[in-house]
């Protein structure tokens, strides 16, 4: 069986919730707290996952274990790519035509609730 690599994963999640798309994102949908603490819990993760990657080889049940959070790993990644895409397209249709940030907010309250239901 091959073994299981998310650090990267975890890396690149960590980097897309620290840009600048995501944090304005955050603030207009009033998620700026939750981002916080999804990026503390993602830094500790990633620490542990360092060690499990390493053990992996060894230890079925830490084989086992990082297969499970894998599914995780990779739901978060798709999530993190979703919001920095809204993100991306809140700044490009503000800085087409500021009226259409009430069309957008509007449109974006949707996206909110399920990304908000994906996180918790």
Same mark, same amino acid.
């Given at each position: 069986? /091959?073994? &299981? %690599?998310?650090?990267? *994963? /975890?890396?690149? *999640?960590?980097?897309?919730?620290?840009?600048?798309?995501?944090?304005?994102?955050?603030? @207009?949908?009033? +998620?700026?707290?939750?981002?916080?603490? !999804?990026?503390?819990? %993602?830094?500790? %993760?990633? /620490? @542990? =996952? #360092?060690? /499990?990657?390493?053990?992996?080889?060894?230890?079925?049940? @830490?084989?086992?274990? =990082?297969?499970?959070?894998?599914?995780? +790993? =990779?739901?978060?990644?798709? !999530?993190?790519?979703? +919001?920095?895409?809204?993100?991306?397209?809140?700044? #490009? *249709?503000?800085?087409?035509?500021?009226?259409?940030?009430? @069309? !957008? &907010?509007? &449109?974006?309250? %949707?996206?909110? &609730?399920? *990304?908000?239901?994906?996180?918790?």
């Amino acid at each position: 069986m /091959a073994e &299981f %690599i998310l650090s990267p *994963i /975890a890396d690149k *999640i960590i980097g897309g919730l620290g840009s600048e798309a995501v944090k304005q994102i955050s603030l @207009v949908w009033g +998620v700026n707290d939750e981002l916080e603490q !999804l990026t503390e819990t %993602i830094s500790t %993760i990633q /620490a @542990v =996952l #360092l060690d /499990a990657e390493k053990k992996q080889s060894h230890n079925n049940q @830490v084989k086992n274990w =990082l297969q499970r959070l894998n599914t995780v +790993v =990779l739901k978060a990644d798709d !999530l993190m790519d979703e +919001v920095n895409t809204q993100g991306l397209r809140h700044q #490009l *249709i503000m800085s087409q035509n500021p009226l259409a940030n009430q @069309v !957008l &907010f509007s &449109f974006n309250l %949707i996206r909110h &609730f399920y *990304i908000l239901d994906c996180i918790q």
